[in-house]
């Protein structure tokens, strides 16, 4: 005669005590809640919470009999609607899973793996951009406003006055052109507020590289924008060691000027 222990049941799904609960129940066929926890050698209170839960999975049924309550066994096969029902769950939450884990990666963090953040698209990239207005320290810029300054020009402009309103200070290593100088004399020229929180410092353009954006370090991130045509993109690191050696070779440039 075939036997059915609780581990055979326990390997298909159910906790042990929802196990032992529905062995005893499929061997009386129903019962009272004392008669199925006793049977199961449970409390009564641990059956009848078990119970209730077997009839949500379809595997059990409730019915009266007088002012008692009974328990019926459902038919076998009730079980296996309930574990397809469980894996379509399953199927289900793991896609949920796969769009969600791109932000949990996001969340978390360890001093071996730096933290990124990833944004296309102007609105995007200037979401990321406007991060700087967090900073607790000084911002350490470089950028070439070509092909920059046409796209951003307002963002830059606002971005710039409301740093300066919090009082955030920036050193700026700018590549030299014309788009550059007249952005620049645009959006300082008499603004003395803006002035003694932001400083420059030139860099002869050099034709034989190509670069359109701006990078960003302060604290323990770096922000990048690259908004060349076929770009436009910016993403957000944040790594105290990576940004560290940016600083020094910021500092270092800088000294150099």
Same mark, same amino acid.
């Given at each position: 005669m075939p036997t059915v222990t609780l581990e055979n049941l326990k390997k298909i799904g159910l906790q042990s005590n929802e196990a032992a609960i529905y062995l005893a129940l499929l061997e009386l066929g129903r019962g009272t809640v004392t008669e199925i926890s006793h049977k199961s050698a449970l409390n009564r209170t641990t059956g009848y919470d078990i119970l209730e839960r077997l009839c949500l999975y379809g595997v059990a049924a409730r019915a009266t009999s007088g002012k008692k309550k009974i328990y019926l066994a459902e038919p076998p096969t009730r079980l296996k609607q309930f574990l397809e029902n469980k894996a379509r769950v399953a199927e289900r939450r793991l896609e949920d899973y796969k769009t969600l884990l791109p932000d949990l990666q996001t969340l978390y963090k360890t001093e071996l793996k730096p933290a990124i953040k990833f944004a296309e698209g102007k609105t995007g990239m200037e979401k990321i951009y406007n991060d700087v207005l967090e900073a607790k320290s000084i911002?350490?810029?470089?950028?070439?406003?070509? @092909?920059?300054?046409?796209?951003?020009?307002?963002?830059?402009?606002?971005?710039?006055?409301?740093?300066?309103?919090?009082?955030?200070?920036?050193?700026?290593?700018?590549?030299?052109?014309?788009?550059?100088?007249?952005?620049?004399?645009?959006?300082?020229?008499?603004?003395?507020?803006?002035?003694?929180?932001?400083?420059?410092?030139?860099?002869?353009?050099?034709?034989?590289?190509?670069?359109?954006?701006?990078? @960003?370090?302060?604290?323990?991130?770096?922000?990048?924008?690259?908004?060349?045509?076929?770009?436009?993109?910016?993403?957000?690191?944040?790594?105290?060691?990576?940004?560290?050696?940016?600083?020094?070779?910021?500092?270092?440039?800088?000294?150099?000027?």
């Open positions: 911002v350490y810029s470089m950028l070439n406003l070509k @092909n920059y300054a046409e796209i951003f020009d307002e963002v830059g402009a606002k971005q710039s006055a409301e740093r300066a309103r919090r009082g955030i200070k920036e050193k700026v290593l700018s590549i030299k052109n014309d788009t550059a100088l007249a952005w620049y004399q645009k959006t300082y020229s008499g603004k003395k507020k803006l002035q003694a929180f932001t400083e420059y410092r030139w860099i002869e353009e050099k034709k034989e590289y190509s670069t359109a954006g701006e990078i @960003n370090i302060f604290d323990d991130k770096v922000i990048v924008v690259l908004s060349k045509s076929d770009e436009n993109v910016a993403f957000e690191i944040q790594s105290q060691t990576f940004a560290d050696f940016l600083k020094i070779l910021f500092e270092r440039a800088w000294g150099s000027k």
